[in-house]
């Protein structure tokens, strides 16, 4: 399954994570980007999904527009599911950035916690 970081130059600079799953990209907003250090905790919010197109998608969204502002790629490339439930998802990203196992927890609503879990 393919994965994307985007780094969103909006309203406030974010990073967007995209996980392909069930035909689209589940999305999360990370106002501070995800850490590539081990059990540092980042809030991500969850947002709506996104096409799979999406991914590969870099270049300006015009004001006026939902997300307006400049989006590129930060990081991009596969990611293996370890465990996917509602509340816990932990992945194994296999990117140009971040390697290794990563945890989604769901801490309330739409707000996540992300961290990068210890190998092994």
């Known amino acids: ?20 799953r069930e035909g689209v990209l589940k999305s999360w907003a990370v106002p501070k980007g995800m850490s ?6 980042r809030l991500a919010v ?12 870099e ?3 015009p004001e006026g527009e939902y997300g307006a502002g400049t989006v590129e790629i930060w990081d991009s490339g596969t990611y293996e599911t370890e465990s ?3 509340n816990k998802i932990v992945v194994r990203f296999k990117g140009k950035k971040h390697k290794g ?20």
């Open 1 to 20: 399954m393919k994965f994307v970081i985007h780094r969103h130059d909006a309203s406030h600079l974010h990073y967007d994570l995209r996980l392909e």
């Open 36 to 41: 590539e250090a081990t059990g540092v905790k």
């Open 46 to 57: 969850e947002v709506e999904d996104h096409p799979l197109e999406y991914a590969g998608f």
């Open 59 to 61: 270049g300006i969204i």
């Open 84 to 86: 996917w439930a509602d």
């Open 101 to 120: 196992r990563y945890a989604l927890l769901r801490m309330g609503g739409k707000n996540w916690i992300v961290m990068r879990l210890k190998e092994g």
